[in-house]
C-alpha cells in the first residue's frame, strides 16, 4: 500500500471507501487496488498540472492528495452529482494555485521608465531626482555662526 492510500484509508471512512471502491453492493473490504489506480491517477494529475512533484511528506499536497483520489474515485463509479463536481473543482483549483505560485509574475509600483541607450554618452542617473529645489540659495558656514 501506498503512503497516500494509506493516508487516504486513515482519513476516509471504511464504509465509504468499500462503497467507492467495490461494484458490490454486500462487500465489507477496500479494494486496494482500485484505491491505489485512484492514488496513481491523482498523483499524475498533480504533477501534470501543477508542474510540482507530489511530496506525501508535504501536508499541503497530501491534503490536495487525498481530494484527488476521492474525485477519481467518485468518477469511476461514474456519480454525477454537484459534490463530485465541487470536488473536482476543488482538486484542479488547488493544482492550478500551485502553478501559478511557480510561475509569479513580477510587478512593481515604479515610476522609472527605460530611457534608450546612448553611444558615447553617460548614463542618465539623475534626470528624475533634484538635489536643489528651485530658489534654494547656499547658506555659508559663516553665515550659520553669525545666527547662533
Request: glycine fraction near 10%.
Given at each position: 500500500m501506498s503512503v497516500l492510500g494509506t493516508a487516504v484509508i486513515?482519513?476516509?471512512?471504511?464504509?465509504?471507501?468499500v462503497e467507492l471502491t467495490q461494484e458490490d453492493g454486500t462487500a465489507v473490504i477496500v479494494d486496494t487496488d482500485v484505491?491505489?489506480?485512484a492514488c496513481d491517477d491523482a498523483t499524475g494529475d498533480f504533477q501534470r498540472m501543477s508542474g510540482v512533484i507530489a511530496d506525501t511528506g508535504n501536508s499541503s499536497h497530501?491534503?490536495?492528495?487525498?481530494?484527488g483520489v476521492i474525485f477519481f474515485l467518485e468518477d469511476y463509479k461514474s456519480r454525477d452529482s454537484g459534490m463530485m463536481t465541487g470536488r473536482g473543482k476543488r482538486f484542479y483549483g488547488a493544482l492550478k494555485?500551485?502553478?501559478?505560485?511557480?510561475?509569479?509574475?513580477?510587478?512593481?509600483?515604479?515610476?522609472?521608465?527605460?530611457?534608450?541607450?546612448k553611444t558615447n554618452a553617460r548614463p542618465d542617473f539623475d534626470r528624475g531626482s533634484k538635489v536643489w529645489?528651485?530658489?534654494r540659495r547656499t547658506i555659508k558656514i559663516s553665515e550659520i555662526a553669525e545666527d547662533e
Amino acid at each position: 500500500m501506498s503512503v497516500l492510500g494509506t493516508a487516504v484509508i486513515t482519513r476516509i471512512g471504511a464504509q465509504r471507501l468499500v462503497e467507492l471502491t467495490q461494484e458490490d453492493g454486500t462487500a465489507v473490504i477496500v479494494d486496494t487496488d482500485v484505491l491505489e489506480a485512484a492514488c496513481d491517477d491523482a498523483t499524475g494529475d498533480f504533477q501534470r498540472m501543477s508542474g510540482v512533484i507530489a511530496d506525501t511528506g508535504n501536508s499541503s499536497h497530501l491534503s490536495i492528495l487525498v481530494q484527488g483520489v476521492i474525485f477519481f474515485l467518485e468518477d469511476y463509479k461514474s456519480r454525477d452529482s454537484g459534490m463530485m463536481t465541487g470536488r473536482g473543482k476543488r482538486f484542479y483549483g488547488a493544482l492550478k494555485g500551485l502553478q501559478d505560485m511557480r510561475y509569479m509574475l513580477s510587478d512593481t509600483n515604479s515610476t522609472l521608465v527605460p530611457t534608450p541607450e546612448k553611444t558615447n554618452a553617460r548614463p542618465d542617473f539623475d534626470r528624475g531626482s533634484k538635489v536643489w529645489s528651485a530658489g534654494r540659495r547656499t547658506i555659508k558656514i559663516s553665515e550659520i555662526a553669525e545666527d547662533e
